[in-house]
């Protein structure tokens, strides 16, 4: 117990294991003192001990701090997506599959910003300086003042910064680097736990703005430890599928702006192309109205957003009938496909069943229950909805349907892109006048009644 037992000099900080009159470092008389442990945790080398540290400064509520300053990178959507723009000493963590455009999107955003004035450095780990260089001349930034490396020590990137002391660095990617420090191999977990920290704590010690691109899993997660994503102020993911010319860049967590809030580009020859109305680009290519299709008004962040979801019914020849999803959840399509068999008798048993969403998007939103519901039961019945028509609703275990956030968002964007009418739950709150006028269900069963005829 004696060992445990540490003094300190309240005149000089100095630490002693046994009391004395006066301190032998700054030989002041009756100022050793007992000082009690920190933590009563159990006694070892990693303890805390006894050993005092600065008091933090407090603040209350309601003291009022200024917001962050935000760079404005010029595309549109990216700042959307980052919550107004960029902020100073901020990380963020960026996700995507491999060859969906990161690298291309970040690369003109890095053009865009050291045009408007920050100083940026691009630092590849899986790219040599001469195929960025490449890339840059393909999408004409050549003339963007952006200094360029290759590197995967940290030590040797950190110590540069420290040099060049940039406003705006960009890591591709995480997974690459690797810390001298940690004996393991590069793309490990205790090496991209320990690169991500480095970073972090640097760039909020620094100043610096700084971009981590992050290799995903097959199941479309950031490889390595989830850790990680709680370390960054913001998680973007790069979404859309490789056939399909758009790229949506979702905000999962953003500390500093609205998560879920999406951009939207188009891939191009010369890069990623911001896509300022989407609602009518993933509507450009519908034709007549046909039998299992049905435009969704949706909410994507703050933003309202159209879309088509396409529903195809047809006798299975197998013992147990396909249930295929692209863009939304499997598993509420299970549900949904129960809800109308139990509660509004519509039978599938027997039937495959595909359902997707056009151009590529992926929607979460529970409120597209109900247009998901209407595109299987056009689909079975060979019935086709109205060409001007919007659907949109959360429907519930019983039948029952509930009314979506936002309507008169939701009613503002059909109406803006010529639709006229829209198929909602009752008690849907409305603002004001949208011009789209309102079909009003109360329930499954009187949804399919009133929109296909009696069963």
């Known amino acids: 117990m004696a060992k445990d037992i540490t003094f300190t ?15 032998d470092s700054c030989e002041a008389w009756n100022t050793i003192e007992e000082v009690k442990p920190l933590t009563g945790g159990p006694k070892s080398k990693k303890a805390m001990g006894g050993g005092r540290g600065k008091q933090i400064n407090l603040t209350d509520l309601a003291t009022l701090e200024p917001e962050p300053p ?20 901020s990380a963020i963590l960026v996700g995507g599959d491999p060859g969906i455009g990161k690298s291309t999107l970040l690369l003109q ?8 004035g920050l100083k940026v450095l691009y630092i590849s780990g899986e790219e040599s300086a001469s195929q960025v260089q490449m890339r840059a001349r393909r999408l004409g930034l050549t003339e963007s003042p952006v200094k360029l490396a290759s590197e995967t020590n940290l030590r040797d990137i950190l110590t540069t910064l420290e040099a060049e002391k940039p406003d705006f660095v960009i890591i591709d990617s995480i997974q690459t680097m690797w810390l001298d420090t940690v004996e393991a191999a590069p793309g490990s977990v205790s090496q991209v736990r320990s690169a991500a920290h480095e970073l972090t704590t640097f760039a909020k010690q620094n100043g610096i703005a700084v971009v981590l691109v992050g290799h995903v899993t097959k199941e479309g997660t950031i490889a390595g430890p989830r850790v990680v994503e709680h370390m960054v102020d913001t998680v973007l993911y790069f979404e859309g599928e490789r056939g399909h010319q758009f790229r949506i860049l979702r905000a999962v967590k953003n500390r500093f702006g609205p998560a879920d809030e999406i951009g939207v580009f188009e891939m191009t020859g010369k890069g990623l192309a911001e896509v300022k109305n989407p609602s009518a680009m993933f509507l450009s290519e519908r034709g007549d109205p046909a039998p299992g299709s049905v435009v969704f008004a949706g909410i994507e962040g703050s933003r309202p957003m159209l879309c088509e979801f396409q529903a195809l019914v047809s006798p299975s020849p197998h013992s147990q009938p396909r249930r295929t999803v692209v863009g939304w959840d499997g598993s509420r399509l299970a549900m949904i496909l129960a809800v109308l068999e139990s509660r509004a008798g519509v039978p599938f048993t027997g039937l495959d069943v595909y359902l997707n969403v056009a151009g590529g998007l992926r929607v979460s939103e529970p409120a597209a229950d109900l247009a998901v519901a209407a595109a299987l039961i056009s689909a079975r019945e060979d019935a086709a909805l109205p060409k001007d028509c919007v659907v949109f609703g959360e429907l519930s275990l019983s039948g029952g349907l509930r ?3 936002q309507t008169e968002n939701r009613l503002k964007e059909a109406s803006k892109l ?3 009418s829209a198929i909602t739950p009752v008690r849907a709150k409305r603002g004001g006048d949208s011009g789209v006028s309102m079909r009003e269900m109360r329930d499954l069963h009187s949804f399919v009644e009133q929109v296909f005829g009696e069963r």
């Not at 000099?9 to 301190?23: E, I």
């Open 403 to 405: 009314a979506a956030p």
């Open 109 to 116: 955003a890095a053009a865009r910003f050291a045009r408007n």
């Open 70 to 89: 935000r760079t404005l990178s010029g595309v549109g959507e990216l700042d959307r997506t980052l919550g107004g723009g960029l902020v100073k000493a």
């Open 418 to 420: 010529g639709f006229t």
């Open 9 to 23: 000099c309240t005149a000089c900080n100095a630490s002693t294991t046994k009391w004395s009159g006066r301190c």
